[in-house]
């Protein structure tokens, strides 16, 4: 198309313009003179051979309608979030790498290549500037090949190319012998049952990760602070309870105590749905990253039920107690073990036999009531609400004695008046089931991105009431929508259509990174 284009003389439009074939045979026919056509020709080779870049292209129709397509140019942002950036960089290589040997000097200048200079054919040059032998142990290299996704026949092929054994690199059969050794190590073991698969050792699990932390001495230690916001620091052993002593079970031993922090959470999602039993020794870099974690358990379900989750916790929760009660040995010291409990808000209620968010105590910190209310007025008193903002921190915390309590009061031997059934709301205090776990409250942590979709929409409602309040109902709303239009035409985000409508979490980062257009509205 481009070629009969830029063949098309700027004449009539009734004029019959030629067709391939006549351009064919007058150059076969020398009929096009360099001298008069070689401008012509050369547009043809440049259309041709080059990936030009026009300001518009031109299309005539057989009716000799010419509709031209013009080049709009958009600016761009200077200043653009992480992701952006990236994106960017990406382009700007793949544009590189349409030049010729580009793809290879953006790799060498990208850093992700080594340029070595060998001869592999002189024998002079081999083992002086020859690749060195790769030290790594074959389940190094199975650790390496796991984590980037690359099959051992592709990464037979790069060990072949670059010269088979001499470099150090396993060869396959080596590499399926660890990994079979790997696969029967306790902390690899899988059982399966009825509620789904369960790691077979969570202990074996969290005392392999913690010698991969010594050897790696990557181990950092996590101190509690005091009042005043200063660490404690760590001075005495753990001391391993006698055996008639059943223990606090709080998993909270007190902050001089050396100590190592377990994570336990509950995580719902995927397709087909899953609940997982995800663990974690926070005591190292990033913790969070998924390479650090430990996979407890996949249970087929697409509700954390209660039922549910208290089979797939009872194959684990034997073990965890034992974690707790015995600590873990690491560095010659027996250290105790400070176990915190992780998940949303709903699945942190199930473990914990609550009633939910809509309950009358709904806070699994505190005890405040959700709303003051004529039927909880002592309560309310009692306790205070949740509508007391002006309190820093709430006056009375939830103990993990109480969920001891709770749990001997559904315990089947539990004497009448002291069942769950036979509680008030001050002895249930709004939890209705025995709770699997019996934690400090205050290790009861939200998972860190609830915490930062739930915190950025709040601010944004807030400053609408806060108009509504001052100004009225109209100018209420006609703030909501400039803020709305702000979000959307400005900060570039819009609230997600699953997730109750809150913006997602890399959005919210962009409203916080975007938040000067929010001075703009009339707000003054
Ligand atoms: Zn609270």
């Not at 999602?269 to 650090?292: A, E, F, L, T």
């Not at 087929?300 to 194959?315: G, P, Q, T």
């Amino acid at each position: 198309m481009r070629l009969l284009t830029a063949l098309l003389p700027r004449a009539p439009s009734r004029v019959q313009p030629p067709t391939c074939g006549d351009v064919l045979v007058a150059w076969r026919d020398a009929a096009l003179w360099n001298d008069r056509d070689g401008s012509e020709l050369q547009a043809i080779a440049e259309t041709i051979l080059l990936r030009s870049t026009p300001p518009d292209i031109r299309l005539r129709h057989a009716n000799g309608q010419e509709v031209v397509y013009a080049r709009q140019v958009t600016a761009r942002r200077p200043v653009v979030g992480r992701i952006q950036g990236y994106r960017r960089l990406a382009h700007g290589m793949r544009l590189l790498s349409g030049a010729v040997g580009g793809n290879a000097s953006a790799s060498v200048a990208a850093g992700a290549v080594n340029i070595t200079v060998t001869a592999p054919s002189c024998r002079r040059g081999r083992g002086s500037g020859a690749l060195v032998p790769i030290s790594a142990t074959p389940e190094q290299q199975l650790g390496l090949i796991a984590r980037h996704g690359v099959s051992l026949s592709a990464f037979n092929g790069l060990r072949m190319g670059m010269g088979g054994s001499q470099v150090g690199l396993s060869s396959p059969s080596v590499l399926r012998e660890s990994r079979k050794r790997l696969a029967g190590l306790p902390s690899k073991g899988v059982f399966v049952t009825a509620s789904g698969a369960h790691l077979m050792s969570i202990k074996a699990a969290v005392h392999e990760k913690l010698d991969a932390l010594s050897a790696s001495n990557s181990f950092v230690e996590r101190l509690l602070r005091d009042e005043h916001l200063q660490p404690v620091s760590q001075t005495v052993a753990h001391e391993v309870p006698p055996a008639d002593d059943p223990g606090s079970g709080a998993a909270a031993p007190p902050a001089n105590v050396m100590d190592v922090h377990l994570t336990l959470g509950l995580d719902k999602g995927g397709d087909p749905s899953s609940v997982n039993i995800v663990m974690g020794v926070i005591n190292q870099r990033r913790p969070q990253k998924i390479d650090n974690t430990i996979l407890g358990a996949v249970c087929l379900a697409n509700k954390d039920r209660y039922d549910e989750v208290a089979e797939m916790l009872s194959e684990h929760l034997e073990q965890v107690g034992q974690l707790v009660r015995e600590g873990v040995v690491f560095g010659g010291v027996r250290r105790a073990v400070r176990r915190f409990f992780s998940g949303d808000y709903e699945a942190l209620c199930t473990v914990h036999g609550h009633k939910g968010p809509s309950a009358t105590m709904p806070c699994l910190n505190c005890l405040s009531t959700r709303a003051p209310s004529s039927a909880h007025a002592d309560l309310d008193t009692l306790y205070g609400t949740l509508q007391d903002v002006d309190r820093p921190t709430p006056s009375h915390p939830r103990s993990a004695s109480h969920l001891v309590r709770m749990v001997a009061a559904g315990a089947p031997g539990a004497s009448p008046g002291q069942q769950i059934s036979d509680l008030s709301q001050a002895g249930h205090r709004s939890i209705d089931r025995p709770p699997l776990f019996t934690i400090d409250p205050r290790q009861i942590v939200p998972i860190p991105l609830h915490v930062l979709l739930g915190t950025t929409l709040r601010p944004l409602r807030l400053a609408v009431e806060i108009v509504i309040s001052c100004r009225g109902s109209n100018d209420g709303q006609t703030f909501a929508n400039e803020l709305a239009e702000t979000l959307r035409r400005v900060v570039r985000v819009r609230p997600a259509s699953y997730l109750g409508g809150v913006f997602i979490g890399r959005d919210c980062h962009t409203i916080a990174q975007g938040a000067t257009p929010f001075a703009a509205p009339s707000l003054v």
